[in-house]
């Protein structure tokens, strides 16, 4: 390195106006270039700072903007949750007033199935008479509109306590429905089975006519006029008239012989038979189902009988029953 270079001087000449004096400037050429390099320093210096400083204002503004979009989907989420916070508050009290009603028809409810029972258990029958419960009370508080009174806001607690009392109602109603099923099952079983009783009962006359010319017991034969027993009852009636099953059941024979003449014998449950005589014909076959009431053969005065009439015998096994007391009077 020649320091010499750097030692020398360089004289720089201003010239001013032409009466004014001549300005000389002597500089070293170390001073010269040491002023240029502080000079381009110092511009690409603040240069940098200058381009650093936009772009920490650029990526500053864009964050802001971010954050206000973040802040506005953030109040519209808060505002969502509020509304459905409050819809879920209206559901858990319309809930909570839904189980009160259903409690209210739970017990509707079991005051018909302990009407039911008393049908059901009622063994004698009373001829179908029907026991109806009072009628509820309506509820007449829709017809009003008179409300008011100052705001009281239900708080968090108070809410959480109706959702768990609700949950609670529901669960009680599940348990209760559960029980009122089974009784209801059991009833519908009960009467189920009565109302097979009472199809299978000989209770109704399987004649038009209500004549009853010998009853049941012992009596004088109208043949030998010797005492004998008369297992059945004797009904007049017009030749050709129908003859009804008296309840429901399988026709258990249908046969002809000079006793009894044309007869049926209708079987119906446990050993209880039914027994028509002296027909004119049988309408129906061995084997059929008859229903009570229908008509299984024509009156007559077939085997050994005296006039038109039905001997008409209830059978429990081997033996007879008078029919009379489970016929309706005439
Ligand atoms: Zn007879």
């Known amino acids: 390195m020649n320091f010499k270079w750097f ?23 170390g001073t010269l270039w040491g002023t240029t390099a502080a000079v381009v320093l110092l511009v690409v210096t603040a240069s940098w700072i200058y381009l650093h400083h936009l772009h920490t204002a650029a990526s ?22 509020n509304a459905a916070i409050e819809q879920l508050h209206n559901d858990i009290f ?15 409810m079991k005051r018909l199935e302990q009407d039911l029972q008393k049908l059901a258990a009622d063994a004698a029958g009373n001829g179908g008479a029907v026991v109806t419960s009072a009628e ?6 829709a017809a009003y509109h008179g409300l008011g009174g100052p705001e009281w806001p239900v708080s968090t607690a108070e809410i959480r306590k109706l959702a768990s009392a ?13 029980k009122l099923h089974t009784r209801f099952s059991h009833s519908k079983q009960l009467l ?7 199809r299978r009962t000989p209770d109704i006359w399987p004649t038009l006519s209500r004549i009853v010319t010998s009853p049941y017991g012992y009596r004088k034969d109208p043949f030998t006029k010797k005492l004998s027993f008369h297992r059945g009852i004797d009904i007049a009636g017009q030749l050709g008239d129908p003859v009804y099953a008296a309840a429901e059941g399988i026709v258990d ?22 027994w028509y005589m002296h027909l004119n014909s049988a309408d129906v076959r061995k084997g059929v189902a008859v229903d009570k009431g229908q008509t299984i053969g024509k009156l007559g005065t077939t085997g050994r009988s005296t006039g038109p009439h039905l001997h008409y015998e209830v059978l429990m096994g081997d033996k007879s029953a008078d029919p009379l007391p489970y016929l309706p009077s005439s």
């Open 60 to 81: 500053m503004y864009m964050q802001k903007a971010a954050l206000h979009g973040k802040t506005i989907a953030l109040e519209q989420d808060l505002q969502n949750k």
């Open 136 to 141: 509820p009370g309506a509820d007449s508080s």
């Open 166 to 178: 609700t949950g609670a109602a529901y669960s009680a109603l599940q348990t209760e429905m559960d």
């Open 94 to 108: 319309a809930l909570s007033k839904q189980a009160a009603e259903i409690h209210h028809k739970m017990e509707e």
């Open 253 to 274: 024979s249908v046969g002809y012989d000079k006793l009894h003449g044309h007869n049926i014998i209708v079987e119906h449950t446990q050993g209880l038979r039914t």
């Open 192 to 198: 189920q089975a009565k109302l097979e009783y009472q």
């Open 7 to 29: 030692q020398n001087k360089l004289t720089f000449v201003m010239i001013p106006e032409a009466n004014e004096s001549v300005i000389r400037v002597k500089l070293s050429r």
